[in-house]
């Protein structure tokens, strides 16, 4: 049928037009037939489709595609629907090339400071001055110098150049392999992102962009909808459409009264089954999302002048999922004027920290610079007493440049420009190793957060149970059974009546599947706590298929489908007599206060009185849910034929039931979880469990994995009993009642999801203790969504959880399993003490390289370390270091310390200790090596050498000295705490390895053979043999630190604190310019020069920030 409607409209000759023409492909729509029957809405729409089509099925045939059975799963089908209607795919942004990376990376203020010196060197280099006056300019160029040397003057200037490329391309490097990684871990997302379609009659998962236009898609309740379409049958359907109409109301959806559904929007409530109509660019998210991205082009233009990167940068990097990318676009401009997340506590500390390194190392190469200036122009003009001749000034000048260059010098090694590489990097590789720890990590910074984290709230369902359920105890026809019953020892009617109120009142998409393996337990799909009823079915010897045949979903009359607030579900279904039956289950409790009548043990009604009621909750449900079950009760209603209800009026149809059962249901917990949370309370991370369900139930699992303990002073409160205890008179929330309660609490039962919300605000705005807490939340559903966002770190359950959750959380369990929660603890305090431990070195580097180069410079007039050389050290201690050391692998010992918090400094006392005793020894080694080395060695003196001499040994093993006490200290770095044994571990840690030995190689190279550019001569076996051994007094000297206790230390000072609390406030009034925060208003005051830096860290963190990031 579709070739031969196929080749009825070959004949047209305007191949170009096909797209215009109706009917392409031997479908009865075109695309924009398509495309503008969605741009309707409620009775418009319908009207349009009455119309066009007559009904939805009539939609359907022109689609060739079937409402009940859904597209024959034909791959040449399915690739002519991709041609003619598109793909369900949006595509991203065009990444930032190689070039453009290299181009920003050329913008480092440092950097341009050194080019310019190095430009200007050059171009004096090539100056030649008159021979014969030379006299007259003082000793400009003593000493042996032969032609050769003189021509050697643009070395050094071309050298800091070469430099200057190194560092740019491996930062443009970084950049540029950080977006790629970012980029597959986005497509690692959408490829993780499936949808219930029918294909053939079956239900298949398949990716969000193999959707096409004319599949059958199964939307339930939790669902971020992929693709544009038409409801063809839906049960209580409620839509929240608020990221593409900003209208926060759920909109109801039926297929009578407004049937369109738009991408991009959150299922809230209910499920249905609808076929897609548009997808990718031309489904309503689509067309938002094309025009934005032309309207992104010139936001960047105006975001040039502006110099705002990182609103650039959070709208470069395509959205969490690019199939529905434009609800997301759609929040960046609402969001534009909301105050962001406030920096995250790392960021603020090394913000902080490097801008007084900056401010210090600004000053220092100042001084240096004008020491030098003074010196020389008050020996050459005032003690020589020579005039200023003119013949003489680019020789002069040539010295000023030379000044110059040593004074940029020391400010490139003052300032740490390696400390974002560092925070990069160690994040960058937390997070792919994460990855392997079932954490997948979609905002960076939630990496570092997770290190500070002091309390955890916990979903009790598939976090800390196995979410495998199974109804253990019953209670049916006046007897409690322990175990399941055999089907003899119940009455038929009460069985069947079992039977048919589970399998009809139930999602249809629940089902039990045979194992896959021999042996294996039988598969679950779909709500679990539905899946042990209807495994309680099959227990009883009796199947659910048949039951759902003889009553297909199309045919039940009206579905109050699950929510939070219902607590319970119910389904009418007409009976042959014209008359209606209503099937009811739910929390039991909640639905007991509606029976009316309950069946015995022959089946006949009894009456249920509230007295019966409370006797039944005393024997049945308080013993069931102290073993930890869950209780359900199952009901039903019959309605006669005479007078039907008014189904909108849900309380009154709900009501006047009879109890059939009620089951309790067991869900183990995970056998893994107590030893986890013990090790979260060793921590110090307090874990409080949050649940829907009933609180003696929760506080029996609270109990099994450890989270109250007999004998500890605490509290475990119901939703209403929380409430009632932290709102006043007026209803209000007031902060000071909460603070009494949260500190004891530790299981909230029957809480709402608005309850989970006000638990986490309380916490996080408390003022009690001495700081502010950091809380981790863990949700699954749609309602959890706020409270997921509002938490310092939210985690999604990447199994369990619902699209809006994960839309909505930081980090995703892939196991949805709590210990995973543990490992991203481990990882964020090693993300910590990484940078701390690259700190300590970088900052031992710096302090030595900057006292060295001044002093040499004031003494001698020249630094001992050439530009080139100081450069390479910089390599060493910023590049290298940062990947050496930021790689480490996280051990145990981190759980075994309390968190860290705010405002602990970022460079402990201890660290101190180490930074300024390594630096005492390096400078001692240095300096006698500078003013007594050449008698010791027996060698020239370097001191004093007129410009353009030759490189002497003297300076080659001052330089040589320096790196091996790095590179040794680079192994003293590793600990921060002040252990003995610096080695322990390090072979777990290849990278670190290879970055050692290869510097050390590369070291021997530049030193032998580096010669003129690197201002090095060879040395001799018996003096590197010196250098080495002085190295190795590092480590000797490093356990001699260690020995002082850092207690008696009470000089020393702490560095690196978080933000205090009058900045806070600071911040939190700017809202409209967050960016500028106490640090950064120091930068404006004159010191521009980390700024750059910093951006960099972050448009590093923005990269990855989808939804959270906001252009300012």
């Known amino acids: 049928m579709g070739d031969m409607a196929n080749s009825s409209i070959e004949f047209h000759p305007k191949p170009q037009q096909q797209r215009e023409v109706p009917h392409v492909g031997g479908f009865g729509c075109t695309l924009a037939e398509l495309r503008s029957l969605m741009e309707l809405r409620g009775a418009e729409a319908l009207q349009k489709i009455q119309e066009a089509y007559g009904d939805v099925s009539g939609l359907c045939r ?191 959806k039926s297929a009578d009264k407004d049937p369109m559904l738009l991408s991009g929007t959150h299922v809230m409530e209910g499920s249905g089954r609808m076929v ?113 001749l003119a013949e003489c000034t680019p020789v002069y000048v040539q010295y000023f440049v030379k000044f110059f260059i040593i004074g940029v010098t020391v400010l490139v090694v003052a300032v740490p420009e390696g400390l974002p590489l560092a925070v990069t ?212 209603r019959d309605f006669s034929a005479i007078q039907e209800p008014d189904w909108d009026n849900e309380n009154e149809v709900v009501g006047d039931l009879t109890c059939i059962a009620v089951v309790g249901i067991e869900d183990p917990v995970r056998p893994e979880v107590p030893e986890a949370i013990r090790k979260c309370q060793r921590a110090g991370i307090t874990v409080r469990m949050v649940t829907g369900d009933n609180i003696n139930t929760a506080r029996a699992i609270a109990a099994k994995c450890g989270i109250i303990q007999p004998g500890e002073d ?44 006000t638990l986490v605000k309380g916490i996080i705005d408390s003022t009690t203790g001495e700081q502010r807490q950091v809380v981790a939340v863990t949700g699954d559903g749609t309602n959890d969504g706020p409270a997921l966002k509002k938490a310092d770190v939210g985690f999604a359950m990447g199994i369990a959880g619902t699209d809006v959750a994960k839309e909505a959380s930081d980090i995703i369990l892939t196991d949805d399993n709590f210990t995973s929660i543990v490992k991203a603890v481990m990882w964020g305090r090693n993300v910590y003490d990484s940078i701390s431990k690259f700190l300590q070195f970088q900052l031992t580097v710096n302090v030595v390289a900057v006292i060295v180069a001044f002093t040499g410079a004031c003494i001698t007039q020249d630094s001992p370390l050439k530009a080139v050389q100081m450069l390479w050290v910089n390599l060493i201690m910023d590049t290298f270091a940062s990947l050496a050391l930021a790689t480490e692998p996280p051990t145990e010992s981190l759980l075994l310390r309390k968190p860290y918090g705010r405002d602990k400094p970022l460079i402990s006392r201890t660290m101190m200790k180490n930074i300024l005793g390594h630096a005492v020894y390096q400078l001692t080694i240095i300096f006698t090596l500078l003013f007594v080395g050449e008698l010791f060695f027996d060698i020239d003196s370097g001191r004093n050498a007129p410009l353009h001499s030759p490189p002497s040994e003297h300076y080659t093993i001052i330089f040589n000295t320096f790196v091996m006490m790095q590179l040794f200290n680079e192994i003293n770095a590793r600990k921060i705490h002040g252990e003995r044994n610096v080695f322990d571990g390090i072979f777990s840690n290849p990278i670190f390895c290879t970055i050692v030995l290869g510097t ?104 990855s920030v989808t939804t959270s990031s906001t252009p300012s």
């Open 62 to 252: 022109r689609l060739k595609t079937s409402p009940t059975e859904g597209l024959a799963d034909n791959t040449n089908d399915l690739e002519k629907r991709r041609q003619i209607y598109g793909q369900n795919f949006i595509p991203p942004k065009q990444p930032k090339t190689f070039l453009q990376l290299v181009w920003e990376a050329l913008q480092d203020v440092t950097l341009i400071i050194l080019e310019v010196a190095a430009i200007v060197s050059l171009g004096l280099s090539f100056y030649a001055p008159p021979g014969e006056e030379s006299e007259a300019c003082g000793n400009v160029s003593g000493g042996a110098e032969d032609e050769g040397e003189a021509e050697a003057g643009w070395i050094e200037g071309a050298a800091i150049l070469l430099s200057v490329i190194c560092v740019v391309l491996v930062t443009a490097f970084n950049d540029w392999s950080k977006e790629k990684q970012f980029r597959g871990l986005q497509s690692r997302i959408e490829q993780e992102q499936k949808f219930t379609v029918i294909r053939n009659g079956q239900l298949l998962q398949v990716p969000v962009a193999a959707l096409v236009v004319g599949d059958i898609a199964q939307v339930k309740y939790g669902d971020l909808l992929p693709a544009d379409g038409v409801l063809i049958q839906g049960n209580d359907l409620k839509i929240d459409e608020s990221s593409l109409t900003g209208e926060s109301d759920h909109v109801r």
């Open 276 to 388: 897609v109509t548009a997808v990718g660019v031309n489904s309503q998210t689509g067309i938002i999302f094309t025009l934005l991205g032309a309207g992104g082009e010139e936001e960047e233009k105006k975001d040039k002048k502006a110099k705002k990167q990182d609103g650039a940068v959070a709208m470069e990097m395509q959205p969490l999922k690019s199939a529905e990318g434009g609800e997301m676009e759609e929040r960046e401009k609402k969001k534009a004027n909301v105050p962001k997340k406030e920096k995250s506590v790392l960021q603020g500390k090394l913000t902080k920290l490097a801008v007084q390194i900056g401010k210090a190392g600004l000053v220092m190469s100042a001084i240096t610079v004008i020491i030098l200036v003074l010196y020389f122009v008050i020996e050459t003009f005032v003690v020589d007493g020579r005039v200023w």
């Open 714 to 757: 605490f509290l475990c409160l119901e939703g209403k009993e929380f409430n009632r205890r932290i709102r006043n008179e007026k209803g209000e929330i007031e902060q000071e009642r909460l603070d009494k309660v949260w500190p004891k609490l530790r299981v909230l039962a029957r809480s709402s999801p608005t309850d989970k919300h």
């Open 1000 to 1103: 050390f190689g590369i070291q021997i190279v530049i030193v032998q053979f580096g010669g003129k550019p690197f201002s090095c001569s060879p040395l001799s076996t018996e003096q590197w043999l010196w250098c080495l051994f002085v190295g190795v007094g590092e480590l000797v000297w490093g356990q001699v630190i260690a020995t002082i206790p850092t207690s008696q230390l009470k000089c020393l000072k702490e560095a690196g604190h978080g933000p205090g609390k009058d900045e806070m406030t600071d911040e939190e009034l700017a809202e409209g310019e967050e960016e500028i925060d106490h640090a950064e208003r120091e930068l404006r005051r004159g010191q521009i020069l980390w700024f750059r830096g910093l951006n960099r860290i972050q448009t590093q963190e923005t990269v």
């Open 425 to 636: 990097i160690s994040l960058a590789y937390s997070v792919k190793k994460m990855m392997k720890d079932n954490n997948l990590v979609r905002h960076l910074d939630a990496c570092e957060t997770m290190g500070n984290a002091t309390a955890i709230c916990s979903d009790k369902t598939g976090t800390l149970t196995t979410n495998r359920m199974t109804v253990v105890q019953s209670y049916l026809g006046d007897t409690h059974y322990k175990e399941i019953p055999a089907p003899s020892a119940l009455t038929p009617k009460i069985l069947d009546l079992l039977v048919h109120a589970i399998s009809i009142n139930s999602a249809y998409t629940t089902k039990i599947l045979p194992p896959e393996k021999e042996g294996a337990l039988p598969r679950q799909v779909g709500n679990k706590t539905e899946c042990a009823l209807l495994g309680f079915v099959l227990d009883l010897k009796r199947d659910f298929q048949p039951v759902r045949e003889q009553i297909p979903e199309d045919q039940l009359y009206k579905v109050y489908t699950f929510n939070s607030v219902r607590k319970s579900m119910s389904t009418v279904i007409r009976m042959p007599d014209g008359g209606f039956r209503l099937f009811s289950k739910g929390a039991s409790e909640i639905l007991l206060k509606k029976c009316t009548n309950i069946l015995n043990s022959n089946g006949e009604l009894r009456g249920f009185r509230p007295r019966d009621r409370d006797d039944m909750v005393k024997k049945i449900i308080e013993p069931m849910a102290c073993d930890g079950l869950r209780t359900i009760c199952i009901a039903y």
